[in-house]
């Protein structure tokens, strides 16, 4: 099938499935077993390279591209495409311990330590420079190969670490506020800074909102989010930006990082501004009765986000994850069923979390397409079957949604209805669009969710939770 996608355009002429492969992770006769399995199942995209930075780079400008280069000739010679992952989402041992203030600080000042992912400071400036190093060697040295249709940059950002609280990023936080405010008498009033005797003198006396003995202001704290999630944004842009401008094909690939649906710390409306397509990672509690709900209100969500282009599930399970206390398997059928629905709500891409199951580390028992029992085990059935099934709907993958209703969303909202101080603690955000959404998928009214500035015109019916925080424009667009 990868003949027929060219190079460079999105979406695909057929439905995209398949899921994370981590050939890091294995030898090389099983690259070749994979790649034949792969063909067999209807695999026609491979998500290569996410977590690969420790094998791409196994010392501080040491570069091994070799294992890549085979394994994306193999699985192009398979018949599937691969979106390339750029391994920024966990930097290598070594990195911290050439420089170990790259490691985050969390709210209370502790510093986290390496030995698992996220291990960084998006804000330092060692960390952005081998980030975009590594990026640059990728794009560089493979970024021309025929395999590659689409760019996966980093994974989850912020998914750990929502916000750093060290030194670095104080520096950081305080030339932000000095581009969004100008001057720190704005900043003050807009902060309310002469309630507890909070006035600044200047810039440089700021700090991020770390713990404090009593109630923080709220002003820092909201402006503490937006900034965040802008620094993440930031260092995304500058991961697409250098692959946009790498000479060759590469320039020329679609670019995508996975989002995590309703995720409080990022302002996905703003992200998606910034990409070329949508993507997200879906992972509903099958001991949950409302997850079939909470799964399309999720979609919708993603759908809604840059709503004239199609958009992907990223990551889902077969049947079980391996974070939850108890982690609930899916029923036969279930993944099928999970899978049409995205599809029905607009996905052309039906992605898995992995290819095939992990031998060691945090992962190995989490279920993949491919499980610790190879093709014996019940999950091949129903893997190889749906892709056999997908193989016949390729008019799916550029379907249009129509929506008649829509549900107003702000993240910048979210975060200052949540702040504590409020008259009520137990004022959710997410409660409320639950509530208003509920209505709507059990009478099979679908909806799209709007950004409070977006034109409403063409909707018969629009719903507003909270909207405790409010932009004259966006106050002006609602009326």
Known sequence: MISSWEPGTWPAPHVLYGGDYNPEQWSPPVWREDAALMRKAGVNLATVGVFSWARLEPAPGEYD?????????????AGV????????????????????????????????????RQHFCVHHPEYQAHALRIVSELARRVGDHPAIRMWHV??????HVPQCFCDVSAGAFRTWLRERYGTVAAMNDAWGAAFWSQTYRDFDEVLPPRVVPALPNPGHHLDYRRFSSDSYLAQYIAERDLLRSTPGPASQIPVTTNYMGFFKPLDYFAWAREQDLCSTDNYPDPADPD????????????????????????????????????????????????????????????????????????????SAMLGHAGTAAPAWREVSELGEELQRLGELSTARVAADGAILFSWPSWWAVEQIGQPSAELRMLDQVRWMYRPLYEAGVTADFAAPDEDLSGYSVVLVPSLYLLTEAEGASLR
């Open 65 to 77: 591209f070799a294992w890549l280069t085979e394994v994306l000739d193999l699985l192009y010679d």
């Open 81 to 116: 495409g691969v979106a390339l992952g750029t391994p920024t989402a966990s930097p290598p041992p070594w990195l911290s311990v050439l420089h170990p203030d790259v490691l985050p600080v969390n709210e209370a000042g502790l510093r986290y330590s390496p030995g698992s």
């Open 154 to 159: 980093h994974n989850e950002f912020a998914c």
């Open 291 to 366: 997850s079939p709900m909470l799964t399309a209100m999720h979609y919708d969500l993603v759908r809604s986000l840059k709503k004239d282009v199609p958009w992907t599930v990223m990551e889902q399970t077969t049947f079980r994850v391996n974070w939850r206390p108890v982690n609930s398997a899916k029923v036969p059928g279930e993944m099928r069923r999970g899978s049409y629905q995205a599809l029905a709500r607009g996905a052309a891409g039906i992605l898995f979390f992995q290819w095939r199951a992990s031998a060691a580390g945090t992962e190995k028992f989490h």
